[in-house]
C-alpha cells in the first residue's frame, strides 16, 4: 500500500491559519507556529467573550435605569420592585433604552412604580 502525505491538507490548514492571523504585528503574522498560537488563543477569547458580552450589557442597562429612577427619588431596587407590583412586564434592556431616549415615558413608569 502506497504511502499518503496530508500535504494538501497541510497547505490548505496553515493557509486558514494565515489569513486569520493577517492583522497581528510582526512574526505573529509571518510565521506559522506564532501564527497558529495568536488566532488559537483570539478564537478562545472570542468565544469566552461573546457570552461576556450580555453580562456587561445587563449592567449597562441597570446602571442607566438606576441613574434615571434616582431623578425621580427611587433606588433601581424599588423601581424595579413597584414595576413588578404594578404588573408592568417591560425587560431591562426596553427600559434603558427608555432612560436615555424618552424621558417624559420613563417618568410616567416611575410614578407607575411609586404608587404600586
Not at 435605569?65 to 431596587?77: F, G, K, M, T, V
Not at 404588573?87 to 426596553?94: F, P, S, Y
Request: zero cysteines; a positive charge.
Amino acid at each position: 500500500m502506497p504511502r499518503v502525505k496530508s500535504n494538501v491538507a497541510h497547505h490548505a490548514r496553515k493557509k486558514k491559519y494565515m489569513e486569520a492571523a493577517k492583522g497581528a504585528r510582526g512574526g505573529r503574522s509571518k510565521l506559522y507556529k506564532a501564527a497558529k498560537e495568536t488566532v488559537e488563543r483570539a478564537m478562545r477569547y472570542a468565544y469566552r467573550d461573546r457570552r461576556k458580552k450580555k453580562g456587561e450589557f445587563r449592567t449597562l442597562w441597570i446602571t442607566r435605569i438606576n441613574a434615571a429612577a434616582r431623578l425621580h427619588e427611587l433606588s433601581y431596587n424599588r423601581f424595579m420592585s413597584g414595576l413588578k407590583k404594578a404588573g408592568v412586564e417591560i425587560d431591562r434592556k426596553m427600559l434603558a433604552e427608555l432612560a436615555v431616549v424618552d424621558a417624559d415615558a420613563f417618568a410616567r413608569l416611575a410614578e407607575l412604580a411609586k404608587g404600586a
